[in-house]
């Protein structure tokens, strides 16, 4: 009989033991991580004009700066863009045409949001 108490008290010692161990206190904090970042500006929503060249080519919209000559990617969040590629090709003629072009917009890292833009020339065109 005393061997029977022996195993169940060893289970049950046991058992104490593993739900002990799996309650957690609320009150324990992590120390925090401090975690240090560029101070360089990745992104800027002051709305700027630039004057450069709109390129068209494979479902990507390029501007080239005509100051820095960066490239940015252009994304139109007011327009309609199946009517937008129309008016590329409508007015270029074909893809990889450059267009001169105001755009206004703000840049997000080499991401160039056009608010409103207007065409300026049309390179090689004797018009």
């Given at each position: 009989m005393?061997?029977?108490?022996?195993?169940?008290?060893?289970?049950?010692f046991?058992?104490?033991?593993?739900?002990?161990s799996?309650?957690?206190?609320?009150?324990?904090?992590?120390?925090?991580?401090i975690?240090?970042?560029?101070?360089?500006?990745?992104?800027?929503?002051?709305?700027?004009?630039?004057?450069?060249?709109w390129?068209?080519?494979?479902g990507?919209?390029?501007?080239?700066?005509?100051q820095?000559?960066?490239?940015?990617?252009?994304?139109?969040?007011n327009?309609?863009?199946v009517?937008?590629?129309?008016?590329y090709?409508?007015?270029c003629?074909?893809?990889?045409?450059?267009?001169?072009?105001?755009?206004?917009?703000?840049?997000?890292?080499?991401?160039?949001?056009?608010?409103?833009?207007?065409?300026?020339?049309?390179?090689?065109?004797?018009?």
């Open positions: 005393k061997l029977l108490d022996l195993k169940y008290n060893t289970i049950f046991l058992f104490l033991i593993g739900i002990t799996c309650i957690v206190p609320k009150d324990i904090k992590q120390p925090e991580e975690v240090t970042l560029s101070t360089k500006v990745i992104s800027s929503n002051l709305v700027k004009t630039y004057v450069g060249w390129v068209y080519g494979e990507q919209h390029i501007f080239k700066d005509e820095t000559l960066e490239e940015y990617d252009l994304i139109f969040p327009e309609n863009m009517e937008l590629v129309e008016l090709i409508s007015v003629e074909m893809e990889y045409f450059p267009m001169e072009c105001q755009m206004t917009g703000f840049l997000s890292g080499n991401i160039l949001s056009v608010q409103a833009f207007e065409i300026l020339y049309i390179q090689g065109c004797g018009e």
